[in-house]
C-alpha cells in the first residue's frame, strides 16, 4: 500500500462554501449563541426563540427550545409549530434545516448537514440539507445525516444513526438504524 493514494489535508479548500451571511454577522451570532442559546444559564425558551428569530430563523408558534441547544447558523433553520428541542441538541444548519410541526428534538441530538468526501485527496466538504416531517420523533443522542429525508411521524431511537431516509410512521433504531417497527398513534378519546 506504500504506492496506494494519500489524504493530503494541506489541499482542503472550502472556498466555494457560501455561510449565508458575512464574517460580521456570523462572528455576532457565535457570541450570542454561546451567550444566550448554548448557555445552560438562561432557562427562557422565549428569549431563545427570540434570539433565532432575530437572527433570520423561521420559527412557528409554541416551539420550545431547552437550554444548551447548540445552532450553527439560524438563517438557515426552517421549524414549524409546537416543536420542542432538547437540552445539548446541536442543530449543524450548515445547510438548511427543515422541521415540520409536532416534531420532537431530544436531549444530544445531532442533525449534521455536512461530511467530506472521504474519496477525495483534498478531503472536500459535502452538504446536504435535512428535512423532519410533522411528528417526527429524534431520540436522545440520535444522529441524522446528511440529506435525509425522515417521513412524517418516524422515530429514531435513542442512539441511532440515520443515515438513509426514513418511511412515514417507522421506528428505526442502531447504527446504521434499521426500521425496526411501526409507529401507532391512539385515537385521541
Aim: aromatic share 8%; charged share 20%.
Amino acid at each position: 500500500m506504500a504506492d496506494a493514494p494519500k489524504v493530503q489535508l494541506a489541499r482542503y479548500d472550502n472556498s466555494n462554501y457560501d455561510p449565508g451571511a458575512g464574517a460580521v454577522k456570523r462572528s455576532i451570532w457565535f457570541l450570542v449563541n454561546a451567550l444566550f442559546i448554548h448557555t445552560k444559564l438562561h432557562p427562557s425558551s422565549g428569549l431563545r426563540v427570540a434570539l433565532l428569530r432575530l437572527f433570520g430563523a423561521k420559527i412557528g408558534q409554541g416551539v420550545v427550545i431547552k437550554p444548551g441547544v447548540n445552532v450553527k447558523y439560524p438563517w438557515r433553520l426552517v421549524i414549524g409549530d409546537h416543536v420542542w428541542i432538547g437540552e445539548d441538541a446541536w442543530l449543524d444548519s450548515i445547510v438548511t434545516i427543515t422541521v415540520g410541526s409536532n416534531c420532537c428534538i431530544s436531549q444530544g441530538a445531532y442533525l449534521c448537514t455536512g461530511n467530506h468526501d472521504w474519496t477525495d485527496p483534498a478531503f472536500g466538504l459535502r452538504l446536504a440539507s435535512i428535512t423532519l416531517e410533522d411528528g417526527v420523533w429524534v431520540g436522545a443522542k440520535a444522529l441524522v445525516g446528511p440529506g435525509v429525508i425522515m417521513r412524517s411521524h418516524s422515530i429514531a431511537a435513542a442512539g441511532s444513526v440515520i443515515s438513509k431516509d426514513t418511511q412515514a410512521y417507522g421506528i428505526y433504531r442502531g447504527n446504521p438504524a434499521e426500521k425496526v417497527g411501526e409507529r401507532k398513534i391512539r385515537p385521541d378519546a
